[in-house]
């Protein structure tokens, strides 16, 4: 694997590119500050646009190492930033990272996080040549089960009660998926 970076990709509706700190207004009006996004998620919404001006701030102090891969989704159309894809903890020896994404609720249910996924699954397997990418998420969270089945990430286990959501206080099922190299290579070649 050689680390190449959050470089700037392109889909037929989307460009994902770097987060800057300017973000801040856009993030925070579309899904930053909502409890529906965050509702699975490992974080809560942002009270305060404060709060999100001060992440972003250090999303972008990141990028000083080319071994994050962190972008921002914006929409052609309009150019508007509506969501947020991430490989973290990217492994040199074992070449693994995980998956981590989210999106506001007015872009939801129109194939456009599987269009994002595909495309950073793309990425790290052909370009930069990561080995295995994981996935997890609540059971009940339909929609990101979809995405990560859509773009080839396989079942590998449920988790019992392993998550509390910060939203609810709920503990919840987690599902465990993953991604090979050579999975990513045999779908994607037939095509
Ligand atoms: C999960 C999330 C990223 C899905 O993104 P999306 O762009 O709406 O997903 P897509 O439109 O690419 O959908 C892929 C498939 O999932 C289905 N799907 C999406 N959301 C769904 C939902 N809430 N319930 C049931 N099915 C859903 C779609 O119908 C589609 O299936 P199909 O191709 O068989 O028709 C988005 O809902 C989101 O940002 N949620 C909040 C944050 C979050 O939960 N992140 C994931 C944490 S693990």
Not at 80 to 96: R, S, T
Request: hydrophobic share 40%; aromatic share 12%.
């Amino acid at each position: 694997m050689e680390h190449r970076g959050t470089k700037v990709l392109e889909t037929a509706r989307l460009v994902l590119r770097p987060w800057k700190q300017s973000d801040a207004e856009e993030a925070f009006a579309n899904w930053m500050s909502d409890p529906e996004v965050t509702k699975f998620l490992t974080w809560t919404p942002h009270g305060d646009i404060s709060v999100t001006r001060a992440l972003l701030k250090t999303w972008e102090e990141e990028y000083a190492s080319l071994a994050v891969y962190h972008w921002a989704i914006v929409l052609k159309e309009g150019n508007v930033l509506i969501g947020d894809i991430i490989v973290m903890h990217a492994d040199d020896y074992q070449e693994m990272g995980e998956l981590g994404y989210c999106m506001g609720k007015a872009w939801w249910g129109k194939g456009i996080m599987t269009e994002a996924l595909s495309e950073v699954l793309r990425y790290c397997f052909e370009e930069v040549g990561f080995y295995r990418i994981d996935g997890t998420h609540a059971a009940k969270n339909i929609g990101s089960s979809r995405v990560m089945e859509k773009c080839g990430l396989q079942y590998e286990g449920t988790r019992r009660s392993y998550f509390r959501l910060l939203s609810t206080g709920e503990r919840v099922d987690i599902v465990q998926r993953g991604i090979l190299r050579e999975d990513y290579f045999a779908k994607n070649s037939q095509k």
